[in-house]
C-alpha cells in the first residue's frame, strides 16, 4: 500500500469520526446556548428563594416543625372526621344539584313577579324610607313614641279583623247613604212617642240598647286598668 493510499484512508476515518461526534458536539452546544439563556432566570429565583427564607427566618422555627407534627399526630381522628364530613357535603351537594337546577329558575322568576307588584319598593319605603325619615324629622324620645302608637295601631286593626267587628263597621258605613237630612221631620216629645211604635223605631231602639251595653263595657276596662 502506498503512502498516498495510506493517507486517504485514514482521512476517510477522520471523516467518520466527525459525522459520529458532530451530534454529540451539536447536543453540547444546545446545551451550552440553553444554560446560557437559562442563567438570568436562575439567578433572579434565587434571589427570590433567598429574599423569601429571609422573611421567613425571623418568625420560622425548626421547634415549630415539630409543634406541627405533634398537633396534626394528635388530631389525626379530627382530621378523618372532617374529611367524611367533607365528602358527605360533597355528595349532598351532588345529590341537590337537579333540584337546584329546577328551584332556582322558578325562585328567580317569583322574585321578578314580586319585584313587578312593587312589593320590594313597599318593603324598602317600611323599612328603609319610613326609618330614615322618622330619624331626620323626631329625636330618640318622640321615635319611640310615634313606634308604640305604630303598635298599638297595629294591635286595633288586628282586633277589627274581628268577622264581627268587619261585619258592624261594613253595615255602620252603609248608613250615612241611607239617611235623607233634608226630609227629615221636627219630631217633639210626642212624635218621638208616636215614633216608638213603628217596627224601624223598636230595631233601632234595640241596636241603641245592644251599643249602649257595649259602652258600659268600656268603663269596666277602665275600671281593671286603673
Known amino acids: 500500500m502506498t503512502n498516498e493510499e495510506l493517507i486517504l484512508q485514514k482521512l476517510e476515518k477522520l471523516d ?16 451550552t446556548e440553553l444554560m446560557a439563556d437559562l442563567a438570568p432566570m436562575g439567578k433572579q429565583a434565587a434571589h427570590l428563594v433567598t429574599k423569601g427564607l429571609q ?19 394528635r388530631n389525626t381522628r379530627n382530621f378523618t372526621f372532617a374529611l367524611r364530613q367533607f365528602e358527605s357535603l360533597i355528595d349532598f351537594m351532588k345529590d341537590m344539584a ?6 332556582v329558575p322558578k325562585l328567580i322568576s ?3 313577579t314580586l319585584d313587578q307588584k312593587g312589593v320590594f319598593r313597599v318593603m324598602k319605603i317600611w323599612l328603609v324610607d319610613f326609618r330614615e325619615k322618622i330619624a ?5 324620645e318622640e321615635s319611640e313614641e310615634i313606634i308604640d302608637g305604630i303598635v298599638a295601631f297595629i294591635g286595633l286593626a288586628k282586633t ?4 264581627k267587628a268587619v261585619e258592624f263597621l261594613t ?3 252603609a248608613l250615612p247613604g241611607m239617611v235623607d237630612l233634608d226630609s227629615a221631620p221636627k219630631v217633639g216629645p210626642a212624635g218621638l212617642a208616636m215614633a216608638s211604635f213603628s217596627d224601624e223605631m223598636k230595631e233601632g231602639l234595640g241596636v241603641v240598647v245592644e251599643l249602649t251595653k257595649a259602652l258600659g ?6 275600671i281593671d286598668n286603673e
Open 16 to 31: 467518520r469520526l466527525e459525522e459520529q461526534l458532530a451530534p454529540i458536539i451539536q447536543g453540547h452546544k444546545a446545551r
Open 55 to 73: 422573611e421567613v427566618e425571623t418568625s420560622f422555627q425548626t421547634e415549630d416543625v415539630l409543634d406541627l407534627l405533634t398537633m396534626v399526630a
Open 98 to 103: 337537579p333540584l337546584m337546577k329546577s328551584t
Open 110 to 112: 317569583y322574585l321578578d
Open 136 to 140: 331626620a324629622n323626631y329625636g330618640p
Open 160 to 163: 277589627l279583623s274581628d268577622p
Open 171 to 173: 253595615r255602620a258605613a
Open 217 to 222: 263595657k268600656l268603663k269596666e276596662k277602665e
